[in-house]
């Protein structure tokens, strides 16, 4: 799933700069990237989450796995999950199963779009049973990392979600939001914009883990595209593809190409 955004809509947002790790560590006030005494924070300029969708994900505990266990759990309205621990990228152990509410699950995902939905850190609570009432066996903060939906209906069948500490690097598939298409130079020629990539992966440090990253289309001409190493973002945020790697281009017709031509 991929945002485009009015020229209007750019011109108020924030510039975006590109930083090197040094001067964006100095800017902010952060540790040398090396440096994991401190918490990192979301830099100036660049996409962070809006607490208006900040929303306490509500769970129990499944005792058992399996397909007949999942099939009981979606019939009463429940989705079964797993929450795990990943560090470094590297998914590992302390799995605790769990199911959570279908409704609650289908209106985040309706509501966010489902790659926006897993490039988004909750908080999860699981109690004995879905009351305030009782006890709270685990609250911790996760990041939903897979998403499984039926192929004819989009019902919810399975969520995964990883547990997110600050000390946490985390493999996300982040969205791209394409800004600026009505001032674009190549698409107010007539061409068209190619879209390649509608998400990137990196390994984000969890305090920082970007809800989009934002591509800029308002200098590209015919002819002209945009690669993964253009991106601009947080320094401490490691690309996990190529970074030449092409994000988009803009392709003219034939007509546009033989008036650029002549």
Do not use: W
């Amino acid at each position: 799933m991929s945002l485009r955004l009015s020229s209007r809509t750019l011109r108020i947002l924030p510039n975006l700069r590109s930083f090197s790790h040094a001067a964006a560590a100095l800017l902010n006030g952060d540790p040398p990237i090396g440096d994991l005494s401190a918490p990192l924070k979301y830099l100036p300029g660049f996409p962070r989450p809006d607490p208006k969708h900040d929303e306490t994900i509500l769970a129990i505990p499944r005792a058992k796995s399996g397909k007949n266990i999942a099939e009981k759990e979606r019939k009463v309205g429940r989705v079964p999950s797993i929450v795990f621990e990943q560090e470094n990228g590297q998914q590992g152990g302390n799995k605790r199963l769990i199911s959570v509410r279908t409704n609650q699950i289908r209106k985040l995902v309706n509501h966010l779009g489902r790659s926006f939905f897993l490039s988004r850190l909750f908080e999860l609570e699981v109690r004995s049973e879905f009351s305030d009432a009782v006890e709270i066996i685990e609250k911790v903060r996760v990041l939903p990392r897979k998403l499984h939906l039926h192929s004819g209906t989009d019902a919810v069948l399975n969520v995964t979600f990883l547990r997110a500490p600050s000390q946490a690097s985390l493999k996300v598939d982040v969205p791209l939001v394409f800004l600026g298409e009505d001032v674009c130079p190549g698409l107010k020629k007539g061409a068209y914009l190619n879209t390649i990539k509608r998400t990137v992966k990196y390994l984000c440090p969890a305090d920082i883990i970007p809800p989009y990253i934002e591509v800029d289309l308002s200098e590209l001409d015919v002819g002209q595209k945009l690669l993964m190493e253009d991106l601009k973002v947080h320094p401490a945020l490691r690309l996990l593809h190529s970074p030449d790697q092409p994000v988009c281009n803009i392709i003219g017709s034939r007509g546009v190409e033989q008036k650029k031509s002549k």
